[in-house]
T-cell receptor
Framework: GQQVMQIPQYQHVQEGEDFTTYCNSSTTLSNIQWYKQRPGGHPVFLIQLVKSGEVKKQKRLTFQFGEAKKNSSLHITATQTTDVGTYFCAGHQGGSEKLVFGKGTKLTVNP | DTGVSQNPRHKITKRGQNVTFRCDPISEHNRLYWYRQTLGQGPEFLTYFQNEAQLEKSRLLSDRFSAERPKGSFSTLEIQRTEQGDSAMYLC????????????FGQGTRLTVV
């Protein structure tokens, strides 16, 4: 079945450093979505990418979708303590409504 | 608050008991999803409804699990004869329109089976 893998599992950075998490799917995805989950909270939607090679930016966050629509990345420039949380990628395959999540990357930021 | 609402927030039950959780989606959303999340893992898909129809169900879902959405509004997830391995956060999410779109998650119900 479809699997979505994320690396790294954990990332500790100093405030102001950059952060990147990578997502890889075993199958071609219809889209890729990114969610953020704060400690003790629930996943909150950040963005969706649909097109091959698509790049989207949200302030300090840059999201990319690979040309083959099998991989994606999230890059945060100059991290802040408010960026703390677990970042999940999730994707749909074909016409399925099943959104398959990766295991997430837990980001901690030292002030 | 017009977000996704889940009740109860926490449930502790003895092994072998049945439990039922409720999810109230955002009112105009016709799609509703149930996920399960354990510590250190991403949400795992359980099932999904479009209005009152259950259109997809995970093959990993035991026969002890059943979900309903009788009038296409709120949904319930029942677990029969609970086992310790059922301990997890059960998340409900809803989305507005057909096709692929963002999911709005509720706060979840944390189940502990003792």
């Amino acid at each position: 079945g479809q699997q979505v893998m994320q690396i790294p599992q954990y990332q500790h950075v100093q405030e102001g450093e950059d952060f990147t998490t990578y997502c890889n799917s075993s199958t071609t995805l219809s889209n890729i979505q990114w969610y953020k989950q704060r400690p003790g909270g629930h996943p909150v939607f950040l963005i969706q990418l649909v097109k091959s090679g698509e790049v989207k930016k949200q302030k300090r966050l840059t999201f990319q979708f690979g040309e083959a629509k099998k991989n994606s990345s999230l890059h945060i420039t100059a991290t802040q303590t408010t960026d703390v949380g677990t970042y999940f990628c999730a994707g749909h395959q074909g016409g399925s409504e099943k959104l398959v999540f990766g295991k997430g990357t837990k980001l901690t930021v030292n002030p | 608050d017009t977000g996704v609402s889940q009740n109860p927030r926490h449930k502790i039950t003895k092994r072998g008991q049945n439990v039922t959780f409720r999810c109230d989606p955002i009112s105009e959303h016709n799609r509703l999803y149930w996920y399960r999340q354990t510590l250190g893992q991403g949400p795992e898909f359980l099932t999904y409804f479009q209005n009152e129809a259950q259109l997809e169900k995970s093959r990993l879902l035991s026969d002890r699990f059943s979900a309903e959405r009788p009038k296409g509004s709120f949904s319930t997830l029942e677990i029969q004869r609970t086992e310790q391995g059922d301990s997890a956060m059960y998340l409900c999410a809803s989305s507005l329109q057909a096709g692929i779109t963002e999911a709005f998650f509720g706060q979840g119900t944390r189940l502990t089976v003792v």
